[in-house]
């Protein structure tokens, strides 16, 4: 196993909810640290930017129309398999899908509104963190 970094987005419905400290307890009592975190009101330039492999997809405009509908928490996280790890503690991304103990589990209101986003892989973190954070902003 490797130290490494992904990228993870605390998103709309869980902002309204006032639960971020919740989903973030649970980030790290699997045992990712956060080691840069932003609460942000993204674009939809910067919202199509990041989900643009989506572009193609039925639910592209609606993604895109709720990830601007309030605040999102960015944020770059860091522990051993980190990207495996957050995809573990997330759950799958339909809730109805989603294991006992994982975030979408608990909190996720539906497929769209499923409260969290997180890298798919080493690569896909690379790329999504330098969309959010510069070097300077991530502190381990
Ligand atoms: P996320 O990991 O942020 O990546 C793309 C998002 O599209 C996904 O989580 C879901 O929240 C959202 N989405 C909405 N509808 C669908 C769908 N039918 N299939 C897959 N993802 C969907």
New binding site residues.
């Given amino acids: 196993m490797a130290t490494e970094r992904t990228f993870s987005?605390i998103k709309p419905d869980a902002t309204r909810r006032n639960i971020t400290g919740a989903v973030t307890a649970m980030l790290e009592k699997a045992g990712l640290r956060v080691v840069a975190s932003r609460r942000i009101r993204m674009t939809r330039e910067q919202a199509e930017g990041f989900?643009a492999v989506?572009r193609e997809r039925p639910?592209f405009s609606?993604?895109v129309s709720f990830m601007t509908s309030g605040p999102v928490v960015v944020q770059v996280l860091e522990g051993e398999d980190a990207v495996a790890l957050n995809r573990k503690v997330m759950g799958a991304?339909n809730p109805k899908d989603a294991e006992e103990g994982t975030i979408r589990r608990a909190f996720a209101e539906s497929?769209?509104a499923?409260s969290v986003?997180?890298s798919d892989s080493l690569d896909n973190a690379r790329i999504e963190i330098d969309f959010f954070f510069s070097a300077d902003e991530i502190v381990g």
């Fill in positions: 987005i989900y989506h639910f609606d993604l991304t497929i769209e499923n986003h997180g």
